[in-house]
Each structure stands twice: as structure tokens, then as C-alpha cells.
């Protein structure tokens, strides 16, 4: 067995355990396989094994190996983690299932226009910047609420969660309390926080979904190929 596969492994044990630690029933959780600057012959093992939800955080990366990967395996859920520029909605709408990342009215207004345009129905979650950090994407928390009212009297948007990145150097807790209390304020149930360092203390706090990149597939590198 690669040892990709057996860190997915690994990763869905832990899930399971802390399911149980937080009295949450079984299969609540959702994996949510970060694949991003992984290539599909990485990517391939873990489809091979059952794995079917993925993130992105690109949708030019990710237009580069899943439309060929779906050729091959059916039943792929892709996520947007990653922050989306309006001239990408069309692709991004075409391309993804859960776009998680919609932050902006410029974004709720791009992604209304291609949905109706092209018919589909991906679902939609909004980013919150619970750290208040400057150089991150996310809706402010105290206008949270608001915003998805918004994205669904003006843009007819149904959002279905909240989606936080916390701050490197804090503790995740207090950070995933605040977005599930949003959640609820905002009436949305999907709760998408938990990388590979937090994702049990996520599921404590009532994580719906998980998003796990280098637990699974290892280290990332970003160098541009020499
Ligand atoms: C890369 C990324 C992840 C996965 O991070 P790991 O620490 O590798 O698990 C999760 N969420 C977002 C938004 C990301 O960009």
C-alpha cells in the first residue's frame, strides 16, 4: 500500500475517533482530500481507494487535471477552497460541486449570473475571516449573517454553509466556536473548518467538513518545476 493511501487511512481513522469522542453520529464528517500542487498520478491512489471529495484551491490547477480524472472516476465531488476572482466564476461554476469560498457581493453577483446561465447548482458557502486578518480572504464575522441573507433576497443564492480558515499562529478553538455560532445565526448547517494540524479539534466543534491536504498527501511544494 502507498504511503498516500495509508495517511488517507489514518486520517479517516482519526475522523471516526473524534466522531465518537464528540458523540456525533458516524459518517457525519465529511473528508474533504486537499489535492492541491498534487498531480493526478498522485491524486490517482487515493480514488483508488475510495476517496471521492476533493479541494482545490485554483480553478486553473484544478482545470488542468480533474475534467480527465472524471473520465475515469465517477462520483468525484470537487471543492473551491482557494479565493475566487470574478473573471473565473464561469469556470469555476462549470468545474466545481461546493464552491466554498464566496466572500463578496462582486463574487455572489458573478456566480448568480453563470449559475443561471449554465443551469447547474453547485452548492455555496461563505468565507468568514474569523481572525480579522488583512491578507485574508472571508466576510467580516459581524456582517456574516447579513451577507447571506443577502446572497439569497438579492442573488437568489442558497448558501448551505460557513467556511473559516484560522489564524497559523492561534489556537483553532475559539475561532471554530465562532463559526458555528455564525452558522446558526445565518440558519445555514454546513460547517466546513479542520486542515490537517486542527481537524479533530474541528469535529469537536462541529465540523461538517474537513478540509486535509499534507496529511494525506504529504508536503507540498511550490517551486516552479526547474
Ligand atoms: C491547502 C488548504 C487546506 C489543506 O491544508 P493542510 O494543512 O495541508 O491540510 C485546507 N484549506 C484550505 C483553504 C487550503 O488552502
Redesign the pocket.
Known amino acids: 500500500m502507498s504511503d498516500i493511501v495509508a495517511n488517507l487511512n489514518m486520517v479517516k481513522g482519526q475522523i471516526a475517533a473524534a466522531e465518537k469522542e464528540a458523540r456525533r453520529d458516524k459518517d457525519s464528517v465529511t473528508l474533504v482530500a ?1 489535492s ?1 500542487t498534487f498531480d493526478a498520478g498522485e491524486i490517482s491512489p487515493v480514488l483508488d481507494a475510495g476517496q471521492r471529495v476533493f ?1 482545490e ?1 485554483r480553478v486553473q490547477e484544478a482545470q488542468g487535471k480533474w475534467p480527465q480524472l472524471r473520465k475515469t472516476y465517477s462520483g468525484i465531488e470537487l471543492h473551491l ?2 479565493p475566487l476572482q470574478s473573471n473565473k466564476s464561469a469556470d469555476a461554476v462549470a468545474l466545481f460541486d461546493v464552491i ?1 469560498t464566496v466572500d463578496r457581493e462582486k463574487i455572489a453577483a458573478a456566480l448568480a449570473k453563470e449559475i443561471r446561465k449554465q443551469g447547474k447548482s453547485p452548492k455555496l458557502y461563505v468565507q468568514v475571516n474569523t481572525g480579522l486578518e488583512p491578507q485574508k480572504a472571508g466576510i467580516e464575522p459581524k456582517d456574516a449573517a447579513a451577507f447571506v441573507e443577502r446572497c439569497r433576497s438579492h442573488h437568489g443564492l442558497a448558501i448551505e454553509g460557513l ?1 473559516c ?1 484560522p489564524p497559523a499562529e492561534e489556537n483553532p478553538g475559539p475561532h471554530f466556536a465562532l463559526l458555528e455560532k455564525l452558522a446558526r445565526e445565518a440558519g445555514v448547517e454546513k460547517l466546513s473548518m479542520g ?3 486542527d481537524y479533530e479539534t474541528a469535529i469537536g466543534f462541529g465540523a461538517t467538513s474537513v ?5 494525506i498527501f504529504g508536503g ?1 511544494d511550490y517551486s516552479p518545476p526547474a
Open positions: 486537499v492541491k479541494g484551491n477552497i482557494g466554498e467556511m480558515i486542515m490537517s494540524g478540509r486535509v491536504g499534507s496529511a507540498r
